[in-house]
Nanobody
């Protein structure tokens, strides 16, 4: 059974850090582009970051550049999102997603992604 499970969310104060993990089961991540999306209450889902299958291409949305770092460990079937200098506007449910990619790139759009996790809540508040 194909499954993505996120973990690592929680509540932090502004300026704090969290590390999200996404564990894949039922398939091997090494042929998949992986991405993190987020959705805040009342807002549309948006792409936060993505990483190509070989990690040769990485995308970050402008608002998280310099603060978030995406990485992957294909041997362990894991993808990470290190989030530093968190801001209240980072508050959202964060989802990981997988796209069976034949490209050396990854997409910031949700369209190509076939598998999705259930999400993990990140709350940044003082």
């Amino acid at each position: 059974q194909v499954q993505l499970v996120e973990s690592g969310g929680g509540s932090v104060q502004p300026g704090g850090s969290l590390r999200l993990s996404c564990a894949a089961s039922g398939f091997s991540l090494d042929r998949y582009a992986m991405a993190w999306f987020r959705q805040a209450p009342g807002k549309e889902r948006e792409g936060v970051s993505c990483i190509s299958p070989s990690a040769s291409y990485i995308y970050y949305r402008d608002s998280v550049k310099g603060r978030f770092t995406i990485s992957r460990d294909n041997a362990k079937n894991l993808v990470y999102l290190q989030m530093n200098s968190l801001k209240p506007e980072d508050t959202a449910i964060y989802y990981c997603a997988a796209d069976r990619s034949v490209s050396a790139y990854c997409s910031s759009s949700s369209k190509p992604y076939e598998y999705w996790g259930q999400g993990t809540q990140v709350t940044v508040s003082s």
